[in-house]
């Protein structure tokens, strides 16, 4: 089945302490990206990957970083996480191009105390 | 960069069609319109991409008039399942490595 894993679920942890999200899409996509959905703020882009060693900035990379390593594994680090990153964190994965057909994960919902 | 403007909420019943208009009047020559779907505390799930004219699938219709300024949804026979969030997007012809999603249209379907 085609999908696309995110972990964990759920996270509280306390400001400062490092944390990584990871993601990991089974299709050989050469897209991966990270998004925030905030209230009243919709879906925001973090970071994305066009391939593998391949990473550039969304609209709110400050704060976080991220990795690809290998094609098929995105993971979103937060090295010093602070409340205001406390949200709901998807992970998106397409064969092409950003207007291709999205594949989302679950989601990762952050709280940071 | 092209904007999209959508209804911010929609009611309808189960079995009516639904239509959702979403306006994007600077939309580039080779921008295509997806629409996605969001249920709370998941991931948006694709639904429909065009360029013109009307695209179907199993789930929607999508209609794309021929200046391409706007785009609209057609939801048929709504279920209550269909509540949700959709979001219109248009995909930037000079920019193409990011999703730029709106606020959204939230759907209520009512018995």
């Known amino acids: 089945e085609a999908q696309v894993t995110q972990n964990p679920r759920y996270l509280i942890t306390v400001t400062g302490k490092k944390l990584t999200v990871t993601c990991s899409q089974n299709m050989n996509h050469e897209y991966m990206s990270w998004y925030r959905q905030d209230p009243g703020l919709g879906l925001r882009q973090i970071y994305y990957?066009?391939?593998?060693?391949?990473?550039d900035k969304g609209d709110v990379p400050e704060g976080y970083k991220v990795s690809r390593k290998e094609k098929r594994n995105f993971p979103l680090i937060l090295e010093s996480p602070s409340p205001n990153q406390t949200s709901l964190y998807f992970c998106?994965?397409?064969?092409?191009?950003?207007?291709?057909?999205?594949?989302f994960g679950q989601g990762t919902r952050l709280t940071v105390v | 960069l092209a904007k999209t403007t959508q209804p911010i909420s929609m009611d309808s019943y189960e079995g009516q069609e639904v239509n959702i208009t979403c306006s994007h009047n600077?939309?580039?020559?080779?921008?295509?319109i997806t629409w996605y779907q969001q249920f709370p505390s998941q991931g948006p799930r694709f639904i429909i991409q065009?360029?013109?004219t009307k695209v179907t699938n199993e789930v929607a219709s999508l209609f794309i008039p021929a200046d391409r300024k706007s785009s609209t949804l057609s939801l048929p026979r709504v279920s209550l399942s269909d509540t949700a969030v959709y979001y219109c997007?248009?995909?930037?012809?000079?920019?193409?490595?990011?999703?730029?999603f709106g606020t959204g249209t939230r759907l209520q379907v009512f018995p």
């Open positions: 065009g360029y013109k």
């Open positions: 990957s066009m391939n593998v060693e391949v990473t």
């Open positions: 997007l248009v995909a930037l012809s000079y920019n193409t490595d990011k999703l730029i």
């Open positions: 600077n939309i580039a020559t080779n921008d295509y």
């Open positions: 998106a994965s397409s064969v092409g191009f950003a207007g291709t057909e999205a594949f």
